[in-house]
């Protein structure tokens, strides 16, 4: 039976996406389903065996996973990797290679078709980001037919581009199963501030995680 999976979209670039997926897979393990975490595609990633590659999103997504840092776990997880922190088009053209909209998906449903249990499939940078020279995240999520959960900061701007991003997955068609506010450092308002001012338009339930603390129970029983 091919898997439970799940796209974790973002709201913009560097809010919080790969921390939410590492505290709901924790979350999941320690329910004792079994879960499968993927970033498939990721860029800002340093060589692996190179002292920065432990930071990586790459990285943290396999401790979450309680599995080994080796090159086979990495691959794994982890087709698609580029050095540059830039879109994945642009970090791909850097280093002379390029990504076919195809071939993601395609590996994509391989790994849902041969996983058991629940597959998080971590999306890059916001929902709109280029991922190919011609295709979008949106364009990649819309393909795999996989509902969504949408990750969302609580720094100041993010209830618009939380909200943006939730009206675009209605006009496409994409099921939301929730709204996650990951707390932003230094943010003006309190992440529970914000994810109210969420929840009152997004039409979907809305969670907050803080930092250092658990997974929130209703999110998991959503997934």
């Known amino acids: 039976m091919p898997a439970r999976a799940v796209f974790i979209a973002g ?14 897979t924790r979350r999941l393990r320690t329910l004792g389903r079994p879960v499968r975490t ?15 590659f432990a930071e990586s999103d ?4 396999l401790d979450a996973q309680d599995l080994a840092l080796d090159d086979a776990a990495v691959e794994a997880c982890s087709p698609w990797r580029f050095s540059a922190p830039l879109s994945p088009d642009q970090a791909a053209a850097l280093e002379g290679r390029s990504l076919d909209l ?3 998906v395609g590996w994509c449903r391989t790994q849902i078709a041969g996983t058991r249990g629940t597959l ?23 393909a795999l037919g996989v509902p969504a959960l949408l990750v969302s900061g609580s720094y100041l701007g993010a ?45 979907a339930p809305v969670f907050c995680l803080r930092r250092g603390q658990p997974c929130p129970e209703g999110l998991t029983d959503l997934i």
């Open 11 to 24: 709201g913009g670039t560097e809010i919080g996406k790969t921390y939410v997926t590492a505290a709901l």
């Open 38 to 52: 993927l970033k498939p595609l990721a860029s800002g990633v340093p060589p692996f065996g190179d002292p920065g």
């Open 58 to 61: 790459t990285a943290r997504l």
């Open 102 to 104: 195809a071939d993601l």
């Open 120 to 142: 998080l499939i971590e999306g890059v940078g916001g929902l709109m980001s280029p991922v190919t020279e011609t295709a979008t995240g949106l364009d990649w999520l819309r």
């Open 159 to 203: 209830i618009s581009h939380a909200l943006t991003a939730c009206e675009t997955l209605r006009l496409h068609a994409v099921p939301l199963l929730a709204v996650a506010v990951s707390e932003s450092e230094g943010a003006p308002a309190p992440a529970s501030t914000v994810a109210g001012a969420i929840a009152r338009h997004a039409g």
